[in-house]
């Protein structure tokens, strides 16, 4: 299984982050996988933002629900992040990983992408 993470790499304060994941070697509706957003802020630890469930459900951070939606594209084996009325701490590297649900472990992960928030 292989995640690749795209998208612009520079966003303005205020405006909309958007992330897209394309997944090989496995398809983003078997069970019982989910699906995920995680960031490392410069400087931080991993931050969890959140999961898109193989059967389509959604799970946010507390702290970032508000501003956080995850879909996905099945056609296409992509699972998509936007997080609205970004600010510069937003900044950070994203990733997405694969969550196993009976193990509870990330078992792949992509490579992670930087965004980096500024005027």
């Known amino acids: 299984v292989q995640l690749q993470e795209s998208g612009p790499g520079l966003v303005k304060p205020s405006q909309t982050l958007s992330l897209t994941c394309t997944v090989s070697?496995?398809?983003?509706?078997?069970?019982?996988?989910?699906w995920s957003w995680i960031r490392q802020p410069p400087g931080k630890g991993l931050e969890w933002i959140g999961y898109?469930?193989?059967?389509?459900?959604?799970n946010y951070s507390p702290s970032l629900k508000s501003r956080t939606s995850i879909s996905r594209d099945t056609s296409n084996n992509q699972f998509s992040l936007q997080l609205s009325s970004v600010t510069p701490e937003d900044t950070a590297v994203y990733y997405c990983?694969?969550?196993?649900?009976?193990?509870?472990?990330?078992?792949?992960w992509g490579q992670g992408t930087q965004v980096t928030v500024s005027s």
């Open positions: 070697g496995g398809s983003i509706t078997t069970n019982y996988y989910y």
């Open positions: 898109i469930a193989y059967s389509g459900s959604t």
């Open positions: 990983a694969r969550l196993e649900g009976s193990l509870e472990e990330y078992d792949y």
